[in-house]
C-alpha cells in the first residue's frame, strides 16, 4: 500500500509544570489518514485536542513521537498543513477578498492569482458580491464560510478543522454539514475535524477517533459506514443510530468504568 | 424651516456641528454682556468683540509669531511620533527593555518639563532644537502609552493562526500588530497634537525671542490682557485643527471601521448599508 497522507505514530505531550515532572497532555496517540479521507476526531471538553492540532500544524514540539506528511516529518515545521481555529479569526480589517487570500500573500505567491481563483469560488462558498465587504457586514454562517475558503486557499492537501461550527446555531449548522461535506468532496481535501457533536462527527466521518481525557488516548474508532454520498435524510437510518450509540459508548466509558470501579 | 429639515436628520452633520456651535455662541454672548455691564476694565478681561478686534488688527504680529510656533509644533510632534513608536516597538518586543526602560521613561514623566528646558538651552544652544525637544517630551508619553497598548491588544490566538501559516516575525508586525494596533494608535495621535500645541507654548517661555508662547509672555508682563487672548484663541483654533486633521487621517487608514472615502469607493461594490442588508438576508436563506 501507499504510504499515508498524513500519519501519526506513538505521539506524546507534555507540558513543563512547575515542578520537575510536567503535565502530560497527550500520550501514545497513533492515527492514520489516506488521501481525501473525513476523520472526526471527538471527546470532552480540555482533553487535549487542540493540543494535537497544534503539533500537527507545527506549533507545538511534542515530547515523542513521529508526525509525517506524504512520508516526511512535519514536527516544529508550520505551514505544511491548513489550519482552521475554533473562531473564524478573520481580520476586520481586511475585506473578505483580502482575507481569503492570506495565505498566499503570506507565502510570497503572486496575488493576481489567487484573486483570481478567490473570485471564482466566491459563488461556491456563498460570499458572492461580499468581496469588498468587510468582516463586520458578514452573517456567521458567512463569516465561518469565509475562513473556510480561506483554509482551502491554502492550497494544502491537509485540512484541520478545530470545532469550526461550534458557535453557529443549529439550523444553520445543519446546512453548513452537507456543504463542508461537499466542499471535501469537491476539493479532494484531507480533513480531520475536531468537534463535541457525535452527529456532526457521524455524519461528516469516515471514521471517528474517540478520545479519552487527559492525558489524552484514543479510547476507540469506529468506521462509518454510511454510502461516501450521504445525504441529510442518512441522519434519520438505523445505521447512523448505530454508529451514533457506538460513539457515545466510548466516549462514556471512562465514566461507566468508574462507577463500576465504586 | 431649515430648523425642522435639520431634525429630520438626527445624526447629520448639520446637527452635529450645529449644537457645539450654539453652546459657543450663548456662552460668548453671557461673556460679551457681563464684561459690558460691569464695565470690567480691558486688562482684566477683555471681551470676545475685543479680542476678535485684536486679532484683525494685530494680524501681522499675531501670524508672524504664530509661523514659529507652528513649526515648533508639527517638528515636536513628528519627533515625539517617531520616538515614541519606536520605544513602544522596543517595549512590546523586548523584555529586558520593557523591565530597564519603562520604569525610567515613567520616572522622567515627573520631571516638569519647564524645569530642564535651561539646561536643553545650555545643550543645544539658543534655537529652534531645544523648543522642538520640550514640544516632543510634552508630547511623546501618552503616545507611547497608546502605542504600546495597541500593539499588545493582539489575541494570542491570532499570532498562532498567523505562525500556523509560517508568517515571518516581520509579517506578523505589519500586517497583523500594527493594523490591531491602529485605533489605539490615533487615539495616542489625538491625545499627542493637544500636548503638542501646549509643549510649543511653554517651551517658549525659556529662551526664545519668537512665537506665540514668546509673545504671550511679553504681553503678559506689559498686561496687554487683549492679545493675549488673542494669542491663546488663534493657539486654540490651531489645536482643533490639528486634531481634527489627525481625525480625517483616522477615517481615512481604517475604512473598515468607518466606510470608505467616497473618491475611494470601488465601482462594483454595493453601499455598505445595502451589503449588510443582503448578507442578513442570505443568513435566514441558510438557515
New interface residues.
Given amino acids: 500500500m501507499a504510504q499515508a497522507r498524513l500519519d501519526i505514530a506513538n505521539l506524546r505531550v507534555t507540558y513543563a509544570g512547575n515542578g520537575q515532572a510536567g503535565v502530560t497532555a497527550i500520550e501514545k496517540v497513533d492515527l492514520t489518514l489516506e488521501p481525501n479521507d473525513f476523520v472526526s476526531l471527538i471527546g470532552p471538553s480540555g482533553c487535549g485536542k487542540s493540543t494535537l492540532f497544534?503539533v500537527i500544524?507545527?506549533?507545538q514540539i511534542p515530547e515523542s513521537g513521529a508526525v509525517a506528511l506524504d512520508g516526511g516529518s512535519i514536527v516544529g515545521r508550520?505551514?505544511c498543513v491548513a489550519?482552521m481555529?475554533q473562531?473564524d479569526?478573520l481580520?476586520?480589517?481586511?475585506t473578505v477578498l483580502e482575507n481569503v487570500t492570506?495565505?498566499p500573500?503570506?507565502?510570497g505567491q503572486p496575488l493576481a492569482r489567487a484573486r483570481d481563483t478567490a473570485m471564482t469560488l466566491l459563488h461556491r462558498f456563498?460570499l458572492e458580491?461580499?468581496e469588498?465587504?468587510?468582516p463586520?457586514?458578514?452573517?456567521?454562517?458567512?463569516r465561518q464560510r469565509a475562513a473556510l475558503l480561506r483554509t482551502i486557499l491554502?492550497e494544502r492537501s491537509v485540512i484541520l478543522l478545530d470545532e469550526p461550527l461550534g458557535a453557529l446555531?443549529a439550523?444553520?449548522r445543519a446546512?453548513m454539514h452537507e456543504w463542508l461535506l461537499g466542499i471535501q468532496r469537491e476539493f479532494q481535501r484531507t480533513m480531520i475535524l475536531i468537534t463535541h457533536d457525535p452527529d456532526e462527527a457521524v455524519y461528516l466521518s469516515d471514521r471517528v477517533y474517540v478520545a479519552s481525557p487527559r492525558p489524552m488516548r484514543i479510547a476507540g474508532i469506529v468506521p462509518i459506514e454510511l454510502p461516501r454520498d450521504r445525504g441529510r435524510d442518512v441522519t434519520l437510518t438505523p445505521e447512523f443510530a448505530e454508529h451514533k450509540r457506538q460513539v457515545l459508548a466510548l466516549l462514556h466509558a471512562p465514566e461507566r468504568a468508574r462507577s463500576a470501579a465504586a | 424651516m431649515s430648523r425642522r429639515n435639520a431634525s429630520l436628520h438626527p445624526g447629520s452633520r448639520t446637527k452635529d456641528v450645529a449644537a457645539p456651535v450654539l453652546l459657543m455662541l450663548l456662552i460668548l454672548a453671557a461673556w460679551e454682556a457681563l464684561v459690558r455691564i460691569f464695565a470690567v476694565p480691558t486688562f482684566v478681561v477683555p471681551a470676545p468683540s475685543e479680542i476678535l478686534a485684536q486679532i484683525y488688527l494685530e494680524r501681522a504680529m499675531i501670524f508672524g509669531h504664530l509661523q514659529v510656533t507652528l513649526f515648533e509644533i508639527v517638528a515636536g510632534y513628528l519627533l515625539a511620533c517617531v520616538v515614541g513608536f519606536g520605544l513602544s516597538v522596543a517595549i512590546v518586543y523586548s523584555k529586558a527593555f520593557r523591565r530597564g526602560v519603562l520604569p525610567l521613561i515613567v520616572a522622567a514623566q515627573t520631571i516638569p518639563v519647564i524645569a530642564i528646558a535651561p539646561i536643553l538651552v545650555i545643550w543645544f544652544g539658543y534655537n529652534d532644537v531645544p523648543r522642538i525637544i520640550i514640544t516632543a517630551l510634552v508630547a511623546f508619553f501618552p503616545l507611547t502609552v497608546s502605542f504600546v497598548t495597541g500593539l499588545e491588544s493582539l489575541e494570542s490566538?491570532?499570532i498562532?493562526?498567523?505562525?500556523?501559516?509560517?508568517?515571518n516575525g516581520l509579517?506578523i508586525f505589519l500586517?497583523?500588530r500594527l493594523?490591531?494596533a491602529?485605533p489605539n494608535i490615533f487615539a495616542g495621535l489625538k491625545v499627542a497634537t493637544t500636548l503638542a500645541v501646549i509643549g510649543a507654548t511653554i517651551s517658549e517661555w525659556v529662551g526664545a525671542s519668537a512665537g506665540l508662547g514668546y509673545l504671550m509672555a511679553q504681553d503678559t508682563q506689559q498686561i496687554n490682557t487683549a492679545r493675549v487672548f488673542a494669542s491663546l484663541v488663534v493657539l486654540g483654533t490651531v489645536g482643533i485643527l490639528f486634531f481634527a486633521f489627525i481625525g480625517l487621517l483616522q477615517r481615512f487608514f481604517?475604512?473598515?471601521v468607518y466606510g470608505r472615502p467616497r473618491f475611494l469607493a470601488?465601482p462594483?461594490?454595493?453601499s455598505?448599508a445595502a451589503?449588510?442588508m443582503?448578507?442578513?438576508q442570505?443568513?435566514t436563506s441558510?438557515?
Fill in positions: 497544534n500544524a507545527g506549533l508550520p505551514g489550519y481555529m473562531r479569526l481580520l476586520p480589517w481586511r492570506l495565505g500573500e503570506l507565502a456563498g458580491g461580499f469588498n465587504a468587510y463586520a457586514a458578514l452573517s456567521g454562517g458567512m491554502c446555531d439550523l444553520t446546512s | 490566538e491570532l498562532n493562526f498567523f505562525r500556523s501559516l509560517n508568517a509579517q500586517k497583523l493594523p490591531a491602529l481604517m475604512p473598515w470601488r462594483r461594490r454595493a455598505p451589503a449588510t443582503r448578507a442578513k442570505i443568513g441558510a438557515r
